[in-house]
T-cell receptor, first 111, second 113 residues
Framework: QKEVEQNSGPLSVPEGAIASLNCTYS??????FFWYRQYSGKSPELIMS????GDKEDGRFTAQLNKASQYVSLLIRDSQPSDSATYLC???????????FGKGTTLSVSS | DTGVSQDPRHKITKRGQNVTFRCDPI?????LYWYRQTLGQGPEFLTY????????KSRLLSDRFSAERPKGSFSTLEIQRTEQGDSAMYLC???????????FGPGTRLLVL
């Protein structure tokens, strides 16, 4: 059973701090990884994709991938109350036909 | 708004009834996916289409579930003889061939009484 594991949280950070979200995956054949943000009652919204080892930055967001350790992370700099949501980590299966999601980490940013 | 639309947004039905959901993907995307999400869980893959061909189905997709994408454009997901355990958010996503980045629609929330 291919799995993606995330700490469910909640992760609480003060406004302006860095939030660090982590995820591990079991399928070594996965090559593509994604972070989605999901507000309560809404559908997942794509934040970042990462395909190569190392860091990828987009505005306040940085995704990190380490395929040897099967580890993906998301850093959110200068966290805002509007960042409060559930963050879903997903790995594309080896066949490229389905995303395997973790259960999500709930982030709460207090003002 | 990602450009993926789903209809209806909410559906309440009684156990044993049949329901059908529709998904319209982003027009240039040839890949379409259905997922199901229950409270506190991440989305779970149900099925995948490339153009009109259904190429993969999850073991979660029992014989009461059927999906079609007749002309490679919109897709429908039908649940026959609904059960209370079918209550969930049904999500549709689409992607181009490359990159395989999936964009989700707003979802259809199903409640089976």
């Amino acid at each position: 059973q291919k799995e993606v594991e995330q700490n469910s949280g909640p992760l609480s950070v003060p406004e302006g701090a860095i939030a660090s979200l982590n995820c591990t995956y079991s399928d070594r054949g996965s090559q593509s990884f994604f972070w989605y943000r999901q507000y309560s009652g809404k559908s997942p919204e794509l934040i970042m994709s990462i395909y190569s080892n190392g860091d990828k930055e987009d505005g306040r967001f940085t995704a990190q991938l380490n395929k040897a350790s099967q580890y993906v992370s998301l850093l959110i700099r200068d966290s805002q109350p509007s960042d409060s949501a559930t963050y879903l980590c997903a790995a594309l299966n080896q066949a490229g036909t389905a995303l395997i999601f973790g259960k999500g980490t709930t982030l709460s940013v207090s003002s | 708004d990602t450009g993926v639309s789903q209809d209806p947004r909410h559906k309440i039905t009684k156990r044993g009834q049949n329901v059908t959901f529709r998904c319209d993907p982003i027009s240039e995307h040839n890949r379409l996916y259905w997922y199901r999400q229950t409270l506190g869980q991440g989305p779970e893959f149900l099925t995948y289409f490339q153009n009109e061909a259904q190429l993969e189905k999850s073991r979660l997709l029992s014989d009461r579930f059927s999906a079609e994408r007749p002309k490679g454009s919109f897709s429908t997901l039908e649940i026959q003889r609904t059960e209370q355990g079918d209550s969930a958010m049904y999500l549709c996503a689409s992607s181009p061939t490359a990159p395989e980045t999936q964009y989700f629609g707003p979802g259809t929330r199903l409640l089976v009484l």
